[in-house]
């Protein structure tokens, strides 16, 4: 089983050199930390950066500098700042290549829910549903079970609905999934992970073809 | 031409209750601070705010809540705020939540003249229900109004009497979007600037949508999530 950080690991093997992306909050915000030596990766920040830089050394916060989470970060050589509405029309555009997001459901169409409860507080959408409604590519970091053991990979999502049809890869703490017109794509599994109890706890259609490859991460 | 005004008090002159307000920010980067506190003074009441953000308990936005002076805030992302939670839950405050890209777009078809934009966020959503759609190239999009402000007050680092401002790093945001869209803009800045030191090539808000412009004080640039790394 991986731990939040083995999932980000994971995903950053999905990183290719140039890549423009947009981290959400939580789990993929570590992708960053993972980032191949050599290999250059722009970050968007959706409050209007690309370029977005570690945080600052203690004494060096900047208050006009910020990420989309309100962390002080830093920019770095080749950083542009721009304003809201272009930060989301590069979005809208397709110009950014990789969004990685969390969820608290994604079904095996596609959809994914992330924004709210019923009967809990609303804080808001934020960014998210421009993101997952313009994105080219779209890798959802999860947990694979809630807290009481339940599947959060559905066939249909019964949390209020954040995008239609934009997931492309799940990655969870149990293996990595494609999203493909037939259900989640088996592809590999956590370490110590076995396909029986990934079938056990995924509720959505899976696909689970030849055998499957523990993955390897470093 | 005369913009210029002494301080945050003259420049909210004219803002009365009920009326619909943009406030600049992301978080509290880049917020209005004087005119906010003016606006708190002053105790009008029954605002509609726009804002990405509503503060926190005692800051920013937060500060109007606090003393009730807000009918309906308009915004993306509301967390961080026990007082807002509050009146959200016992119906003293209505609340529309936005995709954060449908609201700097918004504000920024207001500025472009433009009555409305087609977004793809939030189709198949909630936010879908009862807007009007189309399909450009087999994708659908929602038709999303500009919005209609009486006033937008913005926050800029450097601003010059004629209104031309230039923002530092991110508190850019929804500023200079914001700044386009007000009815009549109001901006305050951290430093004002002789006319003619601002290079033309670098100004980010051209002065024409700025009408009123004044020097603000006593910046707190509180800063919501303090995120450090040690020295190696």
Known sequence: ????????????RELKDGMYVNLGIGIPTLVANYV?????????????????GPFPYEGDEDPDTINAGK???????????????????????GKVDLTVLGAMEVADNGDIANWKVPGKMVKGMGGAMDLVASAKNIIVAMQHCDKAGNSKLLKKCSLPITGLGCVKKVVSDLGVFDVTPEGFKLLERAPGISVDEIKAKTEGRLIVEGEIPEMKIN | MNKLVNNAEEAIHGIEDNMTLMLG????????????????????????????????DDFGIGLMLQKKQVKKMISSYVGENAEFERQLLSGELEVELIPQGTLATRCMAAGYGMPAIFTPAGVGTEVAEGKETRVFNGKTYLMEYAFDADFAIVKAWKGDSMGNLVFRSTSRNFNPLMAMAGKITIAEVEELVPVGSLDPDHVHTPGIYVHRIFEGKGYEKRIEQRTVRKKE
């Open chain 1, 71 to 93: 962390q002080t970060i830093t920019t770095l050589p080749g950083s542009s700042i721009f304003d809201s509405a272009m930060s989301f029309g590069m979005i809208r555009a």
């Open chain 1, 36 to 52: 191949p030596q050599g290999m250059t990766i722009i970050l968007q920040s959706e409050n209007g950066l690309l370029g977005m």
């Open chain 2, 25 to 56: 920010g992301f978080g509290l980067c880049g917020i209005p601070e004087n005119c906010i506190s003016a606006l708190v003074k002053k105790g009008t009441k029954s605002l509609t705010c726009i804002s990405n953000n509503a503060g926190v």
């Open chain 1, 1 to 12: 089983m991986l731990d939040k950080f083995g999932i980000a690991q994971r995903i950053a």
